[in-house]
């Protein structure tokens, strides 16, 4: 079963306009990753959360983890074409059997920004 | 520092060969992971390792091996090859087992089995 869930798995938008994607998990996250990755190219870090409630910016991209740990939301202001590409939330899950944990990633939501 | 570094970019297996993919870090880092990524499905874990001579099954570990003779080299080995392996194929490595710490991620290979 997929541990984390995102949404939209797609999105389509107008350059300018503003826009959300949310990842969920039904366990409590211990430390929650953003990444964005263009086509064809390696994944690039934006942001980490790990307090619940926490909220980091970059630029014009805005993470933020709620207080339960569970969910955490990217949002982008008036977004551009270079903001087109995928993005993926990633997650610490505790691994079975031991007291490591395991990057785990969601589906990824593809994003387009039309001119 | 160059980083993570994966060799090759690009490969054509047939059906039943057997290749590695190599990925090296020079960070000193102890956790090391392989991803494949796969169009829908997002990024899937393989294997990790925690440290030198520690490795553990991920999320989709059959028809792959791995070892960690050393910190810098995590190879990943398929025996024989098959369509289903086809795949986007990333590593990475962290300071920490995962947590706390942000993962750094090689450019990707790209192997596409006949």
């Known amino acids: 079963s997929q541990e984390l869930e995102q949404s939209p798995q797609s999105l389509i938008v107008q350059e300018g306009k503003n826009l959300t994607i949310n990842c969920t998990s039904s366990k409590t996250l211990y430390g929650l990753y953003w990444y964005k990755q263009k086509y064809g190219e390696g994944l690039i870090f934006l942001m980490m959360?790990?307090?619940?409630?926490e909220e980091k910016s970059h630029e014009k991209i805005t993470a933020k983890l709620d207080e339960k740990k569970q969910q955490s939301s990217l949002h982008i202001t008036a977004s551009q074409p270079s903001h087109a590409g995928i993005y993926l939330c990633?997650?610490?899950?505790?691994?079975?059997?031991?007291?490591?944990?395991?990057?785990?990633f969601g589906k990824g939501t593809l994003l387009t920004v039309n001119p | 520092n160059a980083g993570v570094t994966q060799t090759p970019k690009f490969q054509v297996l047939k059906t039943g060969q057997s290749m590695t993919l190599q990925c090296a870090q020079d960070m000193n880092h102890e956790y090391m992971s392989w991803y494949r990524q796969d169009p829908g499905m997002g990024l899937r874990l393989i294997h990790y390792?925690?440290?030198?001579?520690?490795?553990d099954q991920g999320e989709v570990p059959n028809g792959y091996n791995v070892s960690r003779s050393t910190t810098e080299d995590f190879p990943l080995r398929l025996l024989s090859a098959a369509p289903s392996q086809t795949s986007v194929y990333f590593c990475a490595s962290s300071t920490l087992a995962g947590g706390a710490d942000t993962q750094y991620f090689g450019p990707g290979t790209r192997l596409t089995v006949l």
């Open positions: 390792s925690v440290g030198a001579g520690i490795t």
């Open positions: 959360l790990q307090k619940g409630g």
């Open positions: 990633g997650a610490d899950i505790p691994a079975s059997g031991g007291s490591n944990y395991k990057l785990t």
